[in-house]
C-alpha cells in the first residue's frame, strides 16, 4: 500500500487513535476488575450493601 | 407505563440491562470499525486535492464529532442532575468527561497531522481549532472540578453547573466555519460535497466510533456504579464500627 510522500502523518494519526482507545478501553477494564475485588473483599469480611440485606 | 430514564432510575435494573447490552455494542462497534478501516484503506481512492491525507479524516471526522456529541450528553446529563436528580445523571456526566476529552485530543491532533501537509502548518489559531482547544480545556476543568471536591454532591453539582454554562460553545464550535474567516474548510454536507466512495467509509467509520463511545461510557457508567456501592458499604462499616465503639459495656 503506497500511501505517498505523506505516509508517516497518516500512519501516526491511526496509530495515535489506536493508542488511546486501547488504552482507555485497558483502564477501563482495570478499574471494573478494582471495583468488583473491592465490592468481593468487603462481601467476604461480611459487609452487605443495605439494599441486598433487606432482601434476604 | 414507566418511560425508559425512570425504568433506568434503578442502578440495579441499569447494571442488568447494560451488562446484556454492552456486548452486543462493543461487538457491533469492533465489526463497523474494522470494516471502515478496510474500506478507508482498501476500498476508497485518494482524493483529486488532499491526495492520500484524505485518510486521516475518517478517523479526525468522527473523532471530531464524538468531541462535541459527548460533552452534548454531559450537558443533558447535568440537566437530568441538577432539574430531575435522575440517580444516573451524575454518573452518566462523570464517566463521559474523560472519554470525550481524549476524543477532543484526538480530533485536535489527527487535525494538525492532517494540517501540516495540506495547510503547510500543525496549528493556526483560527475560530474553529481554538474554540475545540477551548472545549478540551472545558473537558478537563469538569474533571479537574469534580476532583477538587470531597463532598461528591456538591462537586457533582458545581460540575453540572460549569457543564451547561459551557455548552455555549457547542454553537461556537459548529457555527465558526460560518461566522468568521477560517482556515478550517466549511461544515461537511455528507450528501453533497463528499463523493459516495469517501462518505460510506467515513459514515461507517463514525457510526463505529459512535458506538464504540457508547460501550465505554456504558463500561465506565457500571464501574461508576461499583465504586459508589463500595464506597457506600466502607461508610456503612465504619459508621457500624462506630456504633459499637460508642454503646456502653454490658
Redesign the interface.
Known amino acids: 500500500?503506497?500511501?505517498?510522500?505523506?505516509?508517516a502523518?497518516?500512519w501516526?494519526?491511526?496509530v495515535?487513535?489506536a493508542v488511546?482507545?486501547a488504552?482507555?478501553?485497558g483502564w477501563?477494564?482495570l478499574?471494573?476488575k478494582k471495583?468488583?475485588a473491592?465490592?468481593e473483599a468487603?462481601g467476604k469480611?461480611g459487609?452487605?450493601?443495605?439494599?441486598s440485606a433487606g432482601a434476604e | 407505563m414507566q418511560t425508559l430514564t425512570q425504568q433506568l432510575a434503578n442502578p440495579t435494573r441499569f447494571m442488568d440491562l447494560s451488562a446484556r447490552v454492552l456486548p452486543w455494542v462493543a461487538g457491533i462497534a469492533a465489526a463497523l470499525i474494522v470494516y471502515g478501516l478496510y474500506l478507508s484503506f482498501f476500498d476508497s481512492p485518494a482524493d483529486y486535492q488532499q491526495g492520500e491525507t484524505v485518510r486521516i479524516m475518517y478517523i479526525h471526522v468522527p473523532c471530531a464529532w464524538l468531541s462535541m456529541m459527548v460533552y452534548g450528553l454531559i450537558a443533558v446529563s447535568s440537566f437530568g442532575l441538577l432539574v430531575f436528580r435522575h440517580p444516573l445523571a451524575d454518573v452518566s456526566a462523570k464517566a463521559a468527561a474523560p472519554i470525550g476529552a481524549a476524543f477532543t485530543f484526538l480530533a485536535l491532533l489527527t487535525g494538525s497531522l492532517w494540517g501540516k501537509p495540506m495547510w503547510g502548518t500543525y496549528w493556526v489559531w483560527d475560530a474553529r481549532l481554538t474554540s475545540v482547544l477551548i472545549l478540551f480545556f472545558l473537558y478537563l476543568g469538569l474533571i479537574a472540578l469534580r476532583a477538587a471536591f470531597e463532598d461528591e454532591s456538591a462537586g457533582a453539582k458545581l460540575t453540572a453547573v460549569l457543564a451547561l454554562v459551557g455548552v455555549t460553545i457547542l454553537p461556537i464550535i459548529k457555527f465558526s466555519v460560518n461566522w468568521w474567516n477560517t482556515l478550517h474548510q466549511p461544515s461537511t454536507d455528507f450528501t453533497a460535497t463528499v463523493d459516495p466512495s469517501m462518505r460510506w467509509p467515513l459514515l461507517v467509520m463514525a457510526l463505529g466510533f459512535t458506538l464504540l463511545f457508547f460501550a465505554m461510557h456504558l463500561k465506565a457508567m457500571r464501574n461508576e456504579v461499583l465504586r459508589r456501592r463500595v464506597k457506600a458499604m466502607r461508610t456503612q462499616a465504619v459508621a457500624g464500627r462506630d456504633r459499637l465503639a460508642t454503646q456502653p459495656a454490658e
Do not use: N
Not at chain 1, 47 to 51: A, E, G, P, Q, V
Open positions: 500500500m503506497d500511501l505517498g510522500p505523506h505516509a502523518f497518516i501516526i494519526s491511526y495515535a487513535v488511546v482507545v488504552g482507555l478501553i477501563l477494564f478499574d471494573g471495583q468488583t473491592a465490592l468487603l469480611r459487609i452487605r450493601r443495605r439494599s
